[in-house]
């Protein structure tokens, strides 16, 4: 018998991934070059030549016993030290070993920060849409997710409605930009008001409020938009960033957290997030990723790429009639849905092979998110569908 928690989990499984396996099941029937799955978040540009090299390199060169064996719960301290340097020569900051843990993924970097947090029944703010998996990663340890509209035109956070939002059990306020699903980037504007708005609650309340910025898509944005670095906007910031977008590397479940010295408790904060990290079960982020992403710290991905899919279907969508986000970041593109149930709409997409995710699955109906990070082919094999689509649905006229 699974817990009772364990049945909610799996009763709430992830569209995404159902979809996922959907596509995978299509592929068989119709061939793989004529299901369009826009899916999931699983880029299709492959690491950068300096990862292999990188691995390659460490396998032959560097001590076996060393590259596989465990090490501080943290990581490496040559590791969190070049990521600490990476870090001061891009945002000009002063952080050193103590300030970066090594963790398995963006994904086991909130959990290993909820867990260190969160007591049950504390509140986890964010804004709506949201990668559903906040869902997950707060009932883990018992807490409550709150979420918080964003604007209604721009899908930047509405910082009236957050301070709504906050109350004497609110620990953790989660922002994602590049944000997944919608593709918006914050802007420096939205995020200082923002943190005005956390001071302001936390001087009133008497409470420390982390803001946990979840950041797998930093590097991914176009037409030169900035990405700001919050810390720097809000002293009680914690980065979670990932290498499975940024180098391509999901399944590799490398990423790091950030935990400036400034943040309050901070002795406590690092101390209980090492010991999480252990106790989770992760023990240590992958070893061989450690020393390898190291490596490559100027590394980039083919933000081009996807830059070229993304003005594909911008365009094509914009001259259909669609009314959509212009996306500014990561690989997504966040559609109107031409009815009020999405899920009709998807499954009209899906007649045409052409698959993408409801958005009442980020916690937003009436919406759908489109994941870019697909062949070429795939987006040009796909533009027909959506021009009939929109024709069914009368858009454009
Ligand atoms: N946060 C957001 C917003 C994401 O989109 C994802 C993955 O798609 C994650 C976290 C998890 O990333 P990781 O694969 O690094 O655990």
């Known amino acids: 018998m699974i817990s009772e928690k364990m049945k909610t989990y799996v009763a709430g499984s992830s569209a995404i991934r159902a979809m996922f396996e959907e596509g995978k099941k299509m592929a068989a029937i119709y061939g793989a070059d ?24 460490i396998l032959e060169k560097e001590d076996p016993v060393l590259v596989h064996g465990y090490m501080n719960n943290s990581g ?45 029944g504390d509140e986890v703010i964010t804004f709506t849409p949201y990668f559903g998996e906040y869902r ?64 302001k609650k936390q001087a009133e309340l008497g409470t420390t409020i982390y803001l946990f910025s979840d950041e797998p898509y930093r590097e991914i944005a176009y037409d030169g938009i900035e990405v700001p670095w919050i810390p720097s906007l809000y002293r ?27 943040i309050d408790d901070f002795a406590d904060v690092t101390a209980g997030a090492n010991v999480a990290n252990r106790i989770l079960g992760f023990v240590n982020a992958p070893s061989l990723m450690q020393r390898a992403t190291a490596r490559c710290l100027d590394a980039q991905t083919d933000v081009a790429f996807y830059d070229g899919n993304r003005k594909l279907l911008t365009e094509t969508l914009r001259e259909a009639g669609f009314t959509f986000v212009n996306p500014d ?69």
């Open 34 to 57: 004529h299901v369009y799955d826009f899916s999931l978040g699983n880029p299709n540009v492959p690491a950068p030549a300096e990862v292999k090299a990188a691995i390659i390199d």
């Open 76 to 120: 490496y301290e040559d590791v969190r030290g070049a990521i600490a340097a990476h870090l001061n020569s891009l945002y000009g900051t002063a952080y050193g070993v103590a300030n970066i843990l090594m963790t398995v993924g963006a994904a086991g970097g909130m959990n290993v920060f909820f867990k260190t947090i969160l007591n049950p």
């Open 136 to 199: 997950s990663y707060t009932a883990n340890f018992d807490g409550k997710l709150v979420a918080v509209p964003v604007d209604a035109d721009t899908f930047q956070p509405d910082p009236e409605a957050l301070a709504a939002a906050i109350t004497e059990r609110t620990k953790i306020v989660i922002v994602n930009s590049p944000n997944n699903p919608t593709g918006v980037v914050y802007t420096r504007d939205k995020l200082a008001a923002v943190a005005e708005v956390l001071e």
């Open 236 to 262: 009680n910031t914690i980065v979670g960033y990932s290498y499975s977008k940024s180098l391509s590397l999901p399944g590799e479940r490398i990423g790091y957290l950030v935990l400036p010295s400034e």
């Open 329 to 397: 970041g990561a690989f997504y593109l966040w559609l109107k849905s031409p009815v009020e149930d999405e899920k009709a709409f998807v499954a009209a997409a899906k007649a045409k092979q052409i698959l993408f995710v409801q958005g009442s699955s980020f916690g937003c109906g009436g919406w759908v998110r489109i994941a870019y990070c697909v062949s070429r082919a795939t987006v040009e094999n796909a533009l027909p569908g959506f021009k009939e689509l929109a024709v069914e649905y009368g858009l454009g006229r």
